[in-house]
Structure formats: C-alpha cells, structure tokens
C-alpha cells in the first residue's frame, strides 16, 4: 500500500514561515505530479501548488511570490515553502500524489495525505 504523511503544520503569527514536507511510502514505482490543495472551514478544497516530475510548478494566485514548492524525487518527498503567511492562508494542508505502484496496473493513482493544520495568527 502506498501513504502520504504530511508534517510541519503548526501556529504562525503573520508575516512568518512555515515549511511543509510529505513522504509517501510504500510499494511505489514512480511519481509524477505532487501538490499542495488546502481547505479551511466552511470552504472547497483549493489548489495551492503543483509540481511535475521534471519540476515544472504551477501556483495559484493568492500564493505567488510567497510559497514556494518543490520535491526531493530520491526520498518521494515534496516541500512547501511558506513565506510571508497571513490569517487568510489558514487551513488544513493536504498532500496529492500520482503514483504507479509495483505489480499493478500501468496508470497513476491519485493519494492523498491526512492533511496536517496551519494557523496564521494577526
């Protein structure tokens, strides 16, 4: 079986940082996309950044120039950099990852981790 765990959420006053990190595991044969998506109360769950095995990333708009995403392919890990938080930025993180599992089908699997919380304090 293959798992996400995320880490680094905690309680941040704005304007500082915090650095996510999530490691799947498991019977993995390769990874392609991995993302960040966040969901705070009362709402939809939103893209926050993506990057492709090649390291193409994309962001979405309330994030630019201040998170910044990447991924170690060696340990199946992908970051999130998060400078210059706000209250807004609040939300339960959740890792995503498409990953092919040994001895199965060919396709990638979408798996998600159990999400881990950030607060921004004003």
């Known amino acids: 079986q293959v798992q996400l765990v995320e880490s680094g959420g905690g309680l941040v006053q704005a304007g500082g940082s915090l650095r996510l990190s999530c490691a799947a595991s498991?019977?993995?044969?390769?990874?392609?996309?991995m993302g960040w998506y966040r969901q705070a109360p009362g709402k939809q769950r939103e893209l926050v950044a993506t990057?492709?095995?090649?390291?193409?990333?994309n962001y979405a708009d309330s994030v630019k120039g201040r998170f910044t995403i990447s991924r170690d392919n060696a340990k199946n890990t992908v970051y999130l950099q998060m400078n210059i938080l706000k209250p807004e930025d609040s939300a339960v993180y959740y890792c995503?990852?498409?990953?092919?599992?040994?001895?199965?089908?060919?396709?990638?699997?979408?798996?998600w981790g159990q999400g881990t919380q950030v607060t921004v304090s004003s």
């Open positions: 990057i492709t095995g090649g390291g193409i990333t």
């Open positions: 995503n990852a498409g990953i092919r599992q040994y001895g199965g089908s060919r396709l990638y699997v979408n798996f």
């Open positions: 498991g019977s993995i044969f390769s990874i392609n996309g």
